[in-house]
């Protein structure tokens, strides 16, 4: 009997560590999704090494300007959370879970930064000066929803675990020849 719930618990384990693999690196995307991957994480990463090249205007400073809490820790945070998260979506490496956190990055960028210009200047207004913010919380929602796709680390690097089959399935660890009967120590 304790043998069976020992099995048990090894098939619940390998499953549910197969499914959150799979929810962070399984995709059936095509091989263009590397286009979109390239174009968003350069952007974040370009945006995150500016953070640190011109803190005054990119920085610590527009964090001040707009109100940020904590500027002096929160924008050096954003800019490594953009560096990194933009890399691993070039790389194709945890893509879904970087282009998470750069939707929340955007998310708040656009509550900071456009919706005062909106409530100020208007929608068109507003519309101009967010069109980059949208495009990268529409390119990060995209990756997040089809993965990074063949061309990516993600697809060359993480298996299922051993015992795992592709469907999820523990795959028999018997001693026998076969004939289905229960695993031996």
Do not use: N
Request: contains cysteine; glycine residues 10%.
């Amino acid at each position: 009997m304790k043998e069976r719930w020992v099995q048990t618990a090894m098939f619940t384990s390998s499953r549910v560590q197969t499914m959150s693999v799979r929810l962070v690196s399984e995709s059936r995307a095509p091989e263009a999704v590397v286009l979109v991957r390239l174009a968003v994480g350069a952007v974040f990463l370009s945006e995150g090494i500016q953070k640190f090249l011109y803190p005054t205007a990119l920085g610590v400073g527009r964090f001040t300007k707009i109100g940020i809490p904590m500027p002096a820790v929160s924008a050096p945070f954003v800019g490594v959370v953009e560096i990194v998260c933009g890399a691993l979506v070039i790389l194709g490496l945890a893509t879904r879970l970087a282009a998470l956190l750069l939707v929340v990055d955007m998310l708040v960028a656009i509550a900071t930064t456009k919706v005062p210009i909106l409530l100020s200047a208007g929608f068109w207004a507003m519309a101009h000066e967010a069109r980059v913010d949208f495009t990268m919380l529409l390119g990060s929602l995209f990756l997040i929803l089809v993965g990074a796709g063949p061309w990516a680390l993600d697809a060359k690097v993480i298996r299922p675990s051993p015992g795992v089959a592709e469907d999820g399935a523990l795959r028999a660890r018997t001693a026998d020849t076969g004939s289905g009967g229960s695993a031996r120590p």
